[in-house]
């Protein structure tokens, strides 16, 4: 199909001012944050041009988009706030970018029930304002709050720093509405457990677009904290640390935030920094005043040593900071295209594998022999939101043969090896274009199951091919 017969069947169905084909907005709308050396052997599925952008205003334009390009085979990639790492939002060539962001109305906040339901392209700071003004917060608080939306989030099941309290993304969604890839309406009620046999929300959260597209979500809303307290302890090395993690939830105490990590030290000597655990507590003066006296206890008895209100409130302040930078950097440039290649040019990659608790120190041993083996810098080691998610930020030396591939295939030996270990390859941002080749050594005979929900739910395959499942 040509793009004028397209644009102009789009045009019919969505009105003229929801439909571009400029070259500006192809370009603008055409990719997410995931660069080419991150990007390893997918970098050239990067390059892909979309035919058009459109943009739905409510689930009945995105089921009349879906059923209209399900009938023409035209490829849907779904358009968030572009800042997903894993190239999720990659088009392929030909395709329709369906950008959700004109979908960013509150639909209602239920105070009394401690509800609210959101269209899927709003951003999560809005959504979050939006709580406030009820006394009320949004539990997801990625480091992308300020620039992200909620179906993107919803889609990667996407973990922030209050997982530790409120669970990932997805744990808090309750109800959602989605239209199918032949543009067939589904929703489902949003009552907390109101679900027998398999919760049909589950189906879209962190599918990333392949099985249909979120329209609305609605998620549970917490209540503003009458108490919280934030305290940091450094630790002589990243062992004694996170045996100190393991015991505050083996006692069942219950951080909002856990982040906890070490880095080199700057000048080329290897040496690594102390090891720093921020950890924040809310709810009653009286419980908070309790856990707080129980995790520094545990603390101090794993050689642990307590930080200054200074450091974990620069910390806490500055959380969102390289969020705003990516919008000024990238989203508002003028060429975004341009500036996503060069603020995604650094030559590092950022691993986030989930692991039985029991076997992350043997896995950060494991991965700590095979880096060096391979003349890879790990530049930080870190575990955020629960002791089972643990991260490594990488970059291969600069005298290592080979480069990118030859870090590629490094890459893929570390998560193998996690999923080896009974663990999964990634837990905070997705699988997208990056992940996709390693799916079916995870889900094993599972694999073939979700391929055949995909023909199901997306009879024509158009819903963001190239994704998860291929």
């Known amino acids: 199909m040509n793009s004028y017969s397209l644009e102009r069947d789009l045009v019919e169905l969505l009105g003229r001012g929801a439909v571009s084909s400029d070259e500006s907005d192809l370009r603008r709308y055409g ?46 990639v779904p358009y968030g706030g572009g800042t997903g790492v894993m190239g999720a939002a ?121 099985f249909g597209v979120i329209s609305e979500a609605t998620v549970a809303a917490f ?46 000597d290897g040496r690594r920094d102390t090891a720093t655990l921020y950890l924040v507590f809310e709810g009653s003066k009286e419980s908070v005043e309790a856990n707080v006296g129980e995790a520094t206890a545990i603390c101090l008895r794993h050689d642990g040593r307590r930080g200054s209100a200074a450091v974990i409130d620069r910390y806490w302040t500055d959380r969102h900071a390289s969020a705003h930078r990516y919008k000024e950097n990238v989203l508002d440039n003028e060429r975004p295209d341009l500036a996503r290649r060069s603020s995604s040019a650094y030559r590092m990659d950022y691993l986030h594998v989930a692991l039985p608790t029991g076997r992350v120190l043997e896995y950060r041993k494991k991965c700590e022999a095979l880096l060096s083996e391979e003349g890879v810098t790990v530049r930080e080691w870190s575990v955020w939101g629960r002791p089972e998610f643990f991260s490594l930020l990488i970059s291969p030396s600069d005298e290592v043969e080979g480069g990118g591939a030859r870090l590629a295939q490094t890459v893929d030996r570390v998560l193998r090896d996690a999923q080896a270990m009974g663990g999964t390859m990634e837990y905070c941002h997705g699988v997208g274009l990056k992940l996709a080749h390693l799916v079916e050594a995870e889900l094993g005979s599972g694999m073939a199951v979700a391929q055949r929900m995909k023909r199901s739910l997306d009879p024509a395959g158009i819903l963001n091919p190239g994704k998860i499942w291929s």
């Not at 058009?52 to 085979?73: C, F, G, H, M, T």
């Not at 997805?170 to 067939?184: I, N, R, S």
């Not at 209540?223 to 002589?236: E, L």
């Not at 015991?247 to 909002?256: F, M, N, V």
Request: aromatic content about 8%.
């Open 90 to 210: 990659t088009p392929l060539d030909s395709a329709i970018i369906l950008n959700l962001g004109r979908m960013d109305r509150v639909v209602r906040v239920d105070t009394e029930s401690r509800t609210a339901t959101f269209q899927s392209g709003i951003l999560l700071e809005d959504a979050h304002r939006a709580l406030m003004a009820h006394d009320l917060r949004l539990g997801h608080d990625p480091w992308s709050r300020p620039i992200a939306t909620l179906g993107g989030a919803i889609s990667t099941n996407g973990v922030g720093y209050t997982a530790s309290g409120h669970g990932a993304m997805g744990d808090q969604v309750l109800g959602m509405q989605a239209a199918l890839g032949d543009g067939e309406i589904v929703e489902s009620w949003a009552v907390p457990g109101a679900f027998f046999g398999s919760s049909l929300n589950h189906i879209f959260i962190g599918t990333e677009g392949t």
């Open 31 to 76: 990719g997410d944050a995931l660069g080419t050396f991150r990007a390893f052997r997918a970098a050239g599925r990067l390059n892909g041009r979309a035919i058009a952008v459109a943009w739905p205003q409510n689930v009945e334009d995105i089921s009349k988009s879906l059923a209209y390009a399900s009938r023409q085979s035209v490829p849907v």
């Open 223 to 268: 209540p503003i904290p009458i108490a919280r307290s934030m305290v940091c302890f450094d630790f002589p090395e990243f062992d004694s640390g996170y045996e100190a993690i393991s015991a505050i939830y083996t006692d069942g105490l219950q951080p909002t935030v856990m982040d906890y990590g070490d880095e080199l030290v700057p000048g080329g």
